[in-house]
């Protein structure tokens, strides 16, 4: 089973990325190209470094394991007691936190791109706008959301379609959000 945080950010994140290890600026997407290049034009070693940048801005954001932990057990967690108690036991795990669902950059080809009628610069703003909301929503998690009959925090994730950051990049460029890959890839599970 994926977990919905990481498929959207992996979608964005064009869902072809390793565990790269480079820091990107405390989950801050920004690649190393020109904000005014094509995404038409990039080529398979732009599409790498696109891919590269984007994961290191999703380990980033889901470096903060105290929060992430958080985040992950007020939604699978029935009370406030049993939600604590995971998030120490996680915290507590020498294992990493986040779902491990990326792929190697290598990967990455221009083709990817080619469909996408825009810059570079308004896909970074579109990912940016995403690593915010998400950052936003994952920072307000608690264990006392439980007890307090606030919606569950997984009904709040918002989708690249929601943001008007995002509405060319979702609008030009559809097979960044296409899955159909991915869940053939895990058996057709969402």
Known sequence: MK???????????????DDGDSDSGGGTFNTSLD??????AV??????????????????LLSNKTQ?????????????ATCQQAVTQCVDSPESAAPDDSKDCSTAKASDLMECDLTVGEFEQCINAYIGEVRSLMGSASCDRLSSGEPDLSSLLPTPQSLPECATLVSQCPKLFDSSDDDAEAGGNP
Request: aromatic residues 4%; hydrophobic residues 50%.
């Open 68 to 80: 992430l932990c958080t985040f992950v057990a007020a939604q699978l967690t029935p009370d406030k």
């Open 35 to 40: 904000d005014n290049q094509s995404l038409a």
């Open 3 to 17: 977990h919905a945080l990481w498929m959207m950010i992996s979608a964005l994140a064009l869902v072809a990325c």
């Open 43 to 60: 080529t398979d070693a732009d599409a790498q470094s696109l891919c590269e940048s984007s994961q290191a801005a999703v380990a980033s």
